[in-house]
């Protein structure tokens, strides 16, 4: 008797599409860091592996608005492919679908509302249909902080640091600051440095009441918060370099580089770098792509943070690490699709049941 392959299960839309607000993603984010961690440094493994496709991004920019812009980035990332080469075993999540749809306005600030606001939805695999929205400002400043965090403790080879500097003390200085917290980083001092002294006095506050528990001392020039650091945070809104004296590197710190535009090539060329994509990285006039239009190539970008994480890549001793993460499409999916499936484990969110025209 001929044997018969397993009957395949037909696939289903989905009962309806779950919408999540900032209140069950902040909710999920601030109970469990740790996590969100997890989930980056699986997204950026299995994105080294090549299970995922993540397009370039797409923006929309508007001729009589050259400040503001909108940004798709669409991704997949198949969790429960390839290996983990030596670096620790990946969650597998199976895979994720998705896009973020971002806008920039940075001049909503002054108006007194964040710069960025963001949606994601999420696909299934099997039939196309979005099953989720989630507010996703959040997401994306969460992966980026995750992103920053994972590079700094790849690097340092620890969650330490006798001096922290930050350079931009807006949003995303905030969310780094709450994954040292939560991931009880030792912190030693804490120096600060903004353009607008005002902002970094109030940051300087919330560290004081909100930690790491650590001396905080607001800098009157960017100097000062890179002078014997272990560790510096540059998050600002600067779209050409800015940063251009040697000497910031002196003392051989590792630089969160996530405004990706800040450092004059020089200095880029002086250090060991790290990036999320190559390919990402070095493009739209990010310092990386400024410093290869100088030089003629890439090989002064020496790998990935998933190098870093399998052990394939190392700070040099003596050097600065500058880590520019792109901010992958990958990784706002593994956040978001982590995020969904924490809410609806406890049923949260809200589901609109006769969304499609079924």
Excluded: C
């Amino acid at each position: 008797m001929s044997e018969h392959p397993p009957a395949q299960t037909a696939p289903a839309p989905p009962e309806g599409l779950r919408i999540i607000g900032a209140a069950d993603v902040t909710a999920t984010i601030e109970g469990n860091r740790e996590g969100a961690l997890e989930s980056v440094r699986d997204a950026y493994l299995a994105h080294a592996d090549g299970a995922s496709a993540n397009p370039h991004s797409s923006f929309l920019r508007f001729p009589d608005r050259p400040r503001d812009r909108i940004i798709a980035l669409p991704a997949f990332l198949d969790g429960d492919s390839g290996s983990d080469s030596g670096a620790g075993p990946r969650s597998g999540v199976g895979p994720r679908a998705g896009i973020k749809w971002i806008a920039s306005y940075p001049g909503n600030v002054a108006h007194g509302f964040p710069r960025a606001s963001a949606v994601m939805v999420l696909n299934d695999y099997d039939t196309g249909y979005p099953y989720a929205l989630l507010e996703a400002s959040l997401v994306s400043a969460t992966r980026t902080a995750a992103s920053a965090v994972l590079g700094a403790q790849e690097l340092l080879g620890r969650r330490a640091a006798g001096k922290v500097g930050f350079v931009g003390t807006g949003l995303i200085s905030d969310h780094v600051r709450m994954f040292l917290r939560d991931l009880s980083w030792d912190v030693g001092e804490f120096a600060l440095f903004d353009t607008d002294r005002g902002n970094a006095e109030r940051f300087a506050e919330v560290l004081a009441a909100d930690g790491p528990a650590a001396p905080v001392t607001v800098v009157d020039d960017v100097a000062g918060a890179f002078s014997g650091a272990d560790l510096v945070v540059v998050a600002t809104v600067a779209g050409t370099p800015h940063l251009t004296d040697p000497a910031l590197l002196a003392d051989a710190p590792v630089v969160l580089h996530l405004s990706l535009r800040d450092f004059a090539p020089e200095l880029v060329l002086t250090a060991t770098n790290v990036t999320d994509d190559v390919d990402h990285a070095v493009r739209e006039q990010t310092s990386l792509h400024l410093a290869e239009q100088q030089v003629g190539h890439r090989e002064f970008v020496h790998g990935t943070i998933a190098d870093v994480v399998r052990g394939d890549l190392a700070k040099e001793p003596g050097k600065a690490a500058i880590f520019s993460p792109f901010g992958l499409g990958v990784l706002d999916v593994a956040v978001g699709g982590w995020v969904h499936d924490e809410v609806a484990a406890r049923e949260g969110g809200h589901v609109v049941g006769d969304f499609f025209a079924l």
